[in-house]
C-alpha cells in the first residue's frame, strides 16, 4: 500500500473527502467561511483555489458576506506630536477589532469603500486602491500632479452595479489665472472621472460652477451607482440643493430638498448639514450650531431620507431630542443603531426609539475614547471584507510605483515606531522577570521544604508549611501579538502593561515578605534547638548547624 507521503500531490486531491461532496455544497460550506480562512484553503488543492478564486464565487460570496462599520481617523498632530492614520471595525456584534488594517498608511486619508475595496489619498503623486481584506493594493496616477489646495474630500471612490465598473471621480477645482502651478479655487467646472481598468482620466464638465466648500462642509456619497453632495441655492428653504452624477452614463441632475424648512432651536446659532448614507439610502442631517461654539451642535438633528429620486419626495426619518456634539460621516448607523461622537473624547452608539420619526436616544453604550485624534475628523463607512481582486488592473498604463519613500519609512514616524519598539521592550523585560522570579520561588520553596524535617516544633512546623503555599507569584501568560495592533488597542495595551508592572511589584513584595518571614521563623526556631541540645538527646548538634547553614544560604538570595 502507497504511504500517503509518497502519494503524488494529484492523487492526494482526488482523494480528498471533501472533494467528492456536490460542488454547489462545497461552495455552501466555504460561504460560511472569513475571507482569512478562505486565503488559506486556496492552498490547500486546485480544486479549492478554482472555487475560492472564481468571479462567480467572489461575487456569492461578497453577497453573503458580514457588514462592518469601518471608523476611519485620519492621520493628524495634535500638540506638534505627529499621529498616524488608522481605522477600526465594528462587526455586527458590535465588537471592536484590535489589529490595524495593513493596507491603511500612516498618512493615508479615506475617500471611500465598496465590496471590499478601499479608495486611499496619499500626499504623493498617486491614490491607492487596496482590499481591506487580502492585502492586495496598487497605485494610481492622480489626475493632475502637484495640484495645491488639493483635498482628499474632493475624492470618491464608487461602484455601478449594472456595469460592474469601479469609479473614482475628481472635483477639480477651478485654476486662477497667472498661477505657476495648478491651483484649487473655492469652486469647481470639471469632475474628472477615471474607470478602473482604463488608460487615463476623463474630464467631465459640470452644468455650471459649483462650491467646493461645500463638499468640504457637507461631504459626498455613492450610493447605487450615482454621487450625491449638495450645492448652494439661496432661493430654496434650506438654501442647498442635491446634486447628483450618475457613474454609467456620467450625466448630472439636480434634487430639491423638502419644502418644509427645518424648525430652528431659539438659542441656537447657524445651521449646517450634511449628507449621508443611512441603510443604502440618501440622507441629508441637520442641525443648529452653538452661537458661542460653533462646533458644537444644539436643539434637534433632523435627518431626512430621499424616499423616491425620481419624484424628489423626501421623508423625514428621524427628529432626535438631543443632538449630538459632532456628526460623523457618511454613514451614521449600522444595524439598529446610531454612531454619535460626543465632546468629552468618546464615541458612543445608541438605539433609536420613537414614533412617528420624533426619537430618543436610548441605551447608550461607549464604544471607544477617541484622543488624542480630533472629533470632527472621524470618518464612518460600511464595509465587508471580500476576494474581489485587483490584479486584472495592475497592467494600465495609469498604474504607479510611489517614486519616494512613504508609509512608516519616512522619518517623521520614526519616534513612533520607537515608542512601540520600547513597549515590546517592556513586554519582553517583564515577562523575562516574571519568569526568573517564579524559578526563584519554586527553588525556595524546596529549599524550604528539605529543611522543615529539622524542626522539632510541630506549631512552628505547621504554621511555616501553611506559609509556603504563599510563595507561589501567578503571572499568568499572555502571548504578544505578531500583527500591529491599532491605536486603540495600543492603548489598551499600555494600560495592561503598566497594571502587568504594578501588580509583579506587588506579588514580589508580598513574596519576599513572606519568605523572611518563613527564614526568620526557621532560624528563630534552630536557634533555640541548639541552645537545648547540650540536655535533648533527639538532634545532634552537628544537624541543628547544618540546618543553620542551609537557612543562611537562603538570606543573601530573598532579602537583597
Not at 491614490?127 to 474632493?154: M, Q, W
Request: charged content about 25%; aromatic content about 8%; some cysteine.
Amino acid at each position: 500500500m502507497v504511504s500517503e507521503e509518497i502519494k503524488p500531490k494529484k492523487q492526494r486531491d482526488e482523494e480528498c473527502i471533501i472533494n467528492c461532496l456536490p460542488g454547489e455544497l462545497i461552495e455552501r460550506i466555504f460561504f460560511k467561511l472569513p475571507v482569512s480562512t478562505l486565503l488559506r484553503c486556496t492552498g490547500v488543492c486546485e480544486q479549492w483555489h478554482k472555487i475560492i478564486r472564481g468571479p462567480q464565487f467572489v461575487t456569492s460570496h461578497l453577497q453573503h458576506a458580514p457588514h462592518y462599520a469601518l471608523l476611519f481617523f485620519p492621520q493628524e498632530s495634535v500638540s506638534g506630536e505627529p499621529h498616524p492614520a488608522d481605522a477600526i471595525l465594528i462587526d455586527e456584534a458590535w465588537s471592536l477589532s484590535t489589529y490595524a488594517v495593513p493596507v491603511i498608511g500612516p498618512d493615508d486619508f479615506l475617500c471611500g469603500s465598496f465590496n471590499g475595496l478601499l479608495c486611499l489619498y496619499t500626499k504623493s503623486s498617486t491614490l491607492k486602491i487596496a482590499n481591506l481584506a487580502t492585502g492586495e493594493f496598487l497605485h494610481l496616477e492622480k489626475p493632475v500632479k502637484n495640484l495645491r489646495g488639493d483635498h482628499f474630500l474632493f475624492y470618491n471612490f464608487g461602484f455601478h452595479p449594472l456595469t460592474k465598473e469601479y469609479k473614482i471621480t475628481h472635483l477639480l477645482g477651478d485654476s486662477i489665472e497667472g498661477r505657476p502651478r495648478p491651483h484649487n479655487n473655492n469652486r469647481f467646472s470639471v469632475v474628472q472621472v477615471y474607470t478602473l481598468g482604463d488608460e487615463k482620466w476623463r474630464d467631465i464638465k459640470t452644468p455650471e460652477a459649483l462650491s467646493l466648500n461645500c463638499v468640504k462642509n457637507s461631504g459626498a456619497v455613492t450610493i447605487d451607482g450615482t454621487l450625491y453632495w449638495l450645492i448652494e441655492d439661496v432661493v430654496a428653504s434650506w438654501q442647498h440643493a442635491v446634486m447628483t452624477f450618475d457613474l454609467c452614463g456620467e450625466s448630472f441632475a439636480q434634487i430639491q430638498l423638502p419644502a418644509t424648512k427645518p424648525e430652528d432651536f431659539a438659542a441656537g446659532g447657524s445651521r449646517r448639514y450634511w449628507i449621508r448614507e443611512m441603510d443604502g439610502k440618501v440622507c441629508v442631517a441637520t442641525a443648529q450650531t452653538c452661537p458661542s461654539l460653533p462646533r458644537w451642535l444644539v436643539g434637534k438633528l433632523q435627518i431626512w431620507e430621499l424616499e423616491n429620486k425620481t419624484e424628489q419626495r423626501w421623508i423625514q426619518k428621524y427628529n432626535i431630542q438631543y443632538s449630538p456634539d459632532y456628526i460623523p460621516g457618511p454613514n451614521l448607523v449600522h444595524g439598529d443603531k446610531i454612531i454619535l461622537q460626543r465632546c468629552d473624547g468618546n464615541l458612543y452608539s445608541y438605539e433609536l426609539l420613537g414614533e412617528n420619526f420624533n426619537t430618543e436616544l436610548c441605551k447608550m453604550a461607549k464604544l471607544l475614547d477617541f484622543s488624542p485624534h480630533k472629533p470632527d475628523n472621524m470618518q464612518s463607512y460600511i464595509c465587508v471584507k471580500s476576494l474581489v481582486r485587483l490584479d486584472v488592473y495592475k497592467k494600465t498604463a495609469i498604474v504607479r510605483r510611489p517614486k519616494q519613500r512613504e508609509g512608516w519609512e519616512l522619518k517623521k514616524w520614526e519616534a513612533w515606531e520607537h515608542e512601540l519598539s520600547e513597549n515590546e521592550r517592556m513586554w519582553s523585560d517583564t515577562h523575562r522577570d516574571e519568569h526568573k522570579e517564579t524559578a526563584r520561588a519554586q527553588r525556595y520553596r524546596m529549599m524550604i521544604n528539605n529543611l522543615l524535617p529539622h524542626i522539632l516544633d510541630d506549631t512552628i512546623r505547621q504554621e511555616i508549611s501553611m506559609n509556603i503555599n504563599q510563595i507561589s507569584p501567578n503571572f499568568p501568560d499572555q502571548p504578544r501579538p505578531i500583527r500591529r495592533l491599532n491605536w486603540v488597542a495600543q492603548k489598551q495595551d499600555l494600560q495592561n502593561l503598566n497594571a502587568r508592572m504594578k501588580k509583579y511589584n506587588t506579588i514580589m513584595k508580598a513574596t519576599d515578605e513572606v519568605t523572611s518571614s518563613i527564614i526568620s521563623m526557621m532560624g528563630g526556631a534552630i536557634e533555640d534547638q541548639k541552645r537545648a541540645s547540650s540536655s535533648n538527646a533527639g538532634i545532634s548538634s552537628h544537624n541543628l548547624s547544618e540546618a543553620d547553614d542551609d537557612v543562611k544560604t537562603l538570606i543573601p538570595e530573598s532579602l537583597p
